[in-house]
């Protein structure tokens, strides 16, 4: 069984900081990419950040300069620093990761169950 497990959501004032956790765990291989999506209501999923093995990171566009993504390959934990937060951040957040177990010669895609971020004063 594998897993990723989120945390750290929860209510921010606008300009103020929030750290997301999610941490892997279970029958895993391999970790290649890990990142952050999030969903707000009545729209579309979207790529937040993403951050390669050897630490090669991209943004989305309405994130640059304010979220940073980072990773403890040790831990099997992915980050996300969220800094000067504004409304629009307001969001599910899911954590994936795609993985290689013990079981399967291949690669699958994973997702934690999410967190919510709201950002309101």
């Known amino acids: 069984q594998v897993q990723l497990v989120e945390s750290g959501g929860g209510l921010v004032q606008p300009g103020g900081s929030l750290r997301l956790s999610c941490a892997a765990s279970g029958t895993i291989f391999s970790i290649n990419a890990m990142g952050w999506y999030r969903q707000a209501p009545g729209k579309e999923r979207e790529l937040v950040a993403r951050?390669?093995?050897?630490?090669?990171?991209n943004y989305a566009d309405s994130v640059k300069g304010r979220f940073t993504i980072s990773r403890d390959n040790g831990k099997k934990t992915v980050y996300l620093q969220m800094n000067s937060a504004k409304p629009e951040d307001t969001a599910v957040y899911c954590c994936?990761?795609?993985?290689?177990?013990?079981?399967?010669?291949?690669?699958?895609?994973?997702w934690g169950q999410g967190t919510q971020v709201t950002v309101s004063s």
């Open positions: 994936h990761a795609r993985m290689k177990t013990v079981w399967r010669p291949y690669e699958d895609d994973y």
């Open positions: 951050i390669t093995t050897d630490g090669s990171t």
